[in-house]
């Protein structure tokens, strides 16, 4: 029971067709990663943007509700 080396050989051996296809589809893989990267990458800085702006608005809020306090605190020291 040998095997014809040779025609196993053809079995396995790509086309140059074959060859540039899987060389093609490796790229549009490598490249879809690329993409699916990037868009995490954006995506965290958007939600890092969008969390730095809550936390101003915090402070925003925060300063006027002193102010308030402060101005009716003076209203009510005057009475």
Sequence with gaps: MGFNMEAVAK???KS???KAAEKKEREARGK???????ARKNAKQELNCVARLAN???DVDRERINKLKKAAAKKGSKK
């Design 11 to 13: 079995l396995f051996k």
């Design 32 to 38: 879809a990663k690329a993409k699916e990267i990037e």
């Design 16 to 18: 140059d067709a074959q």
């Design 56 to 58: 101003t608005q915090k």
